[in-house]
């Protein structure tokens, strides 16, 4: 599988970087969902899924401008126990880092946390995975000050734990420190035959209640790639992040 572009995914404004506004086959809806297709908003056509290098080179071109030097940009992976948060993270190092993930075999609960990074030159993609049983969840506010946008990972097959998913994901949105931070959620294990629709999750978790924060929704599978092409190229907002880390 070819690795689609992270162009639109690093935490800068991606039209200052390109010069331009929105184009190609791609169009975001105002809650940060995809109108069609599945390209970066930057190519078009072939190019839809250029390399990895590529996208984070146009990312580069702007933070050199800005004299920042190899900056970091933290990603918090949460949601509650066997959602796939660790898979999610493996299948991207395995991606990104030519088969550097684990496979699936060995892949076991978080005790802790687990850390991935993706890296260029000049940009620094950091992951943190962090344990999802209720007596973990207690640590996660430890990083949400240092933390630059969240992936929210829910098992789309486990009706049973729709409730807690909610519940701890309301919690996080809640906090102070998150109020800015841009939201992916992801929908996990749509290859499975129990997995409910893109649309029956998004009316149980309500998700237009957060329609005031950058957020993106992708119905996807971390087991065999599904949702790739959209969670790559989620395009954050990133005020926080311009004053933050790049001021």
């Known amino acids: 599988m070819a690795a689609p572009c992270l162009a639109a995914f690093l935490p800068i404004r991606m039209e200052e970087a390109a010069g331009a506004t929105e184009r190609g086959p791609r169009k975001m809806g105002t809650n940060g969902r995809g109108t069609g297709g599945g390209e970066c908003y930057l190519c078009s056509g072939e190019d839809a899924r250029h390399s990895v290098l590529e ?16 900056t970091e940009f933290r990603v918090l992976i949460l949601g509650v126990d066997k959602a796939g948060k660790t898979t999610l993270l493996e299948k991207l190092k395995s991606i990104y880092l030519k088969g550097e993930g684990l496979p699936h075999d060995r892949i076991g609960p978080t005790v802790g946390l687990n850390i991935g990074r993706i890296e260029d030159a000049n940009v620094k993609l950091v992951f943190w995975d962090l344990g999802g049983q209720p007596g973990l969840r207690t640590i996660w506010e430890k990083y949400y000050d240092e933390a630059h946008a969240i992936v929210y990972v829910i098992d789309s097959a486990s009706a ?4 807690d998913a909610k519940s701890a994901l309301e919690k996080v949105l809640r906090h102070e420190d998150l109020q800015e931070a841009p939201l992916l959620v ?5 290859d499975l035959p129990a997995a409910v629709t893109e649309e029956e999750l998004d009316r149980h978790l309500h998700l237009k209640e957060f329609d005031e ?16 092409i959209e969670l790559a190229t989620w395009k954050v907002d990133m005020k926080k992040v311009v004053q933050t880390s790049l001021s």
């Open 213 to 228: 924060r950058p957020y993106m929704f992708v119905a996807g599978s971390a087991y065999d790639g599904q949702g790739y």
């Open 55 to 70: 996208g984070v080179g146009v990312a580069r071109s702007v933070l050199q401008e800005r004299g920042d030097d190899k």
């Open 160 to 163: 049973s734990t729709f409730e």
């Open 186 to 190: 992801f929908a996990n294990k749509q």
